[in-house]
């Protein structure tokens, strides 16, 4: 006589499938009865002219008129901006000559900008008045094209 294929194992994992199957059911009957006003109308929210919710339809006499080509997508191109002179004017306010930089204190806004050694043109010391350029650097504006005014 031959050996049933089906063993305890297959038994007890076929029990699972069909409880996981009746429990899912179960589920399913009881959210569809315990469902309130589940039509479409129920459903649906308003806007008011304000930008809140309300379950009523604005009203149409307080409704915008808003034409399509008015509508900017993306940010706008940049105005002309106020270009100030290119060269500007300074001082000296710190220089090391062994490590190659220093700060120019810039006469009109009184910041003191960052200045090296590749950036120069004359030799300069401290006190000194110059006339320079502004670059952005990776840590902020340096000072390019430092000229000594004589």
């Known amino acids: 006589m031959a050996k049933s294929q089906q063993t305890w194992n297959k038994k007890e994992n076929e029990k699972k499938r069909q409880k ?3 429990d899912k059911e179960l589920k399913r009957v009881k959210r569809k009865a315990s469902a309130v006003g589940g039509d479409f109308d129920s459903m649906i929210a308003y806007v008011d002219e304000n930008g ?4 009523t339809p604005p009203d149409p006499s307080k409704r915008k008129k808003i034409i399509a080509d008015n509508i900017e997508i993306g940010v706008p191109k940049r105005e ?17 000559d062994s490590k190659g930089f220093g700060f120019i204190r810039d006469l009109d806004t009184q910041e003191s900008i960052f200045v ?13 008045k110059v006339t320079f350029q502004v670059a952005q650097g990776q840590k902020g504006l340096n000072a390019v094209e430092v000229r000594v005014v004589g």
């Open 20 to 22: 996981k199957r009746e």
């Open 116 to 128: 090296h050694a590749n950036g120069l043109i004359d030799h300069i010391k401290e006190n000194d």
């Open 52 to 55: 809140n919710l309300s379950s």
């Open 80 to 96: 002309s901006i106020e270009k100030r002179d290119i060269n500007r004017r300074g001082i000296i306010s710190f220089f090391n």
